[in-house]
């Protein structure tokens, strides 16, 4: 399993999605479907774009109780993805179930990754509002553990992070990274970033990067940088 740039696609319509994976005649980049585009466009726009010859991050962060995570997981399995993810605070036994339910009849399954804490949530929100008293960084290195005691592939975390969870759950469990930008890049939103070549430095295993590829003048230019800076 090679290190990849996955690209998120987090358009609002099958037609912008499509239009956009047009420009690369030929190449075939991994691709991240989040809640927008799967919720506009539904199993249809996984089905389409796995037709065109993609691999298929499905980023829905399952997180419910055990039996109808296993449900949604085993409906999910029929998409063909390549990985699927769901929120770490569910426990050990919900992350069990969407394994079970996930892993399709003839055995296999796709990659099921974590979601730690969100790199939305800071120190201080989740000490006050979810009474998590524990600093940020033990946090994550926690539901990794947890994640990986449950039978996972890897986690989403920062990149930042990647090579701690290489340290506390082994270097085969994998760092999905978003939160990347070029350095000479605008960083939008995102607070903690790094770029393409310091996140292969710190060990991530997959960047998943949107708008400093979705937004560029020229997307394919810039995955293909992110291609030579992460991969190559
Ligand atoms: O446009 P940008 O490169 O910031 O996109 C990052 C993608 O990764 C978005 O789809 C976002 O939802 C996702 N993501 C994130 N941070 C997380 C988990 C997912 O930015 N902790």
Redesign the pocket.
């Known amino acids: 399993m090679g290190k990849d740039v996955i690209i998120?696609c987090?358009f609002s319509s099958k037609e912008e999605t499509l239009a956009f994976l047009d420009k690369f005649s030929g190449k075939k980049p991994y691709v991240?479907i989040?809640m927008e585009l799967f919720y506009a466009a539904g199993p249809e726009i996984v089905r389409e774009i796995k037709a065109r010859g993609h691999q298929i991050f499905l980023?829905l962060k399952l997180h419910d109780i055990p039996n109808t995570v296993k449900k949604a997981m085993a409906v999910l399995s029929r998409l063909d993805v390549d990985m699927v993810n769901l929120h770490a605070a569910g426990t050990k036994a919900m992350m069990e179930a969407a394994l079970e339910g996930v892993t399709r009849p003839d055995g296999s399954r796709p990659l099921v990754i974590a979601?730690t804490q969100?790199?939305?949530t800071s120190q201080e929100r989740m000490q006050e509002e979810l009474l998590i008293g524990a600093p940020m960084d033990e946090t994550v290195m926690h539901y990794a553990a947890n994640a990986a005691a449950a039978g996972l592939d890897g986690v989403?975390c920062s990149p930042m992070e990647a090579g701690k969870v290489h340290e506390t759950c082994g270097k085969a469990f994998l760092t999905i990274t978003?939160?990347?930008r070029f350095a000479d890049g605008d960083k939008?939103d995102?607070v903690r970033v790094t770029d393409p070549a310091k996140a292969k430095e710190i060990g991530s295993d997959y960047i998943?990067?949107?708008?400093?590829i979705?937004a560029a003048a020229d997307p394919v230019a810039a995955y293909e940088r992110c291609v030579n800076d992460f991969v190559d």
């Open positions: 998120a987090d991240k989040g980023d979601v969100l790199t939305s989403v978003p939160g990347i939008g995102q998943v990067v949107g708008r400093p979705t």
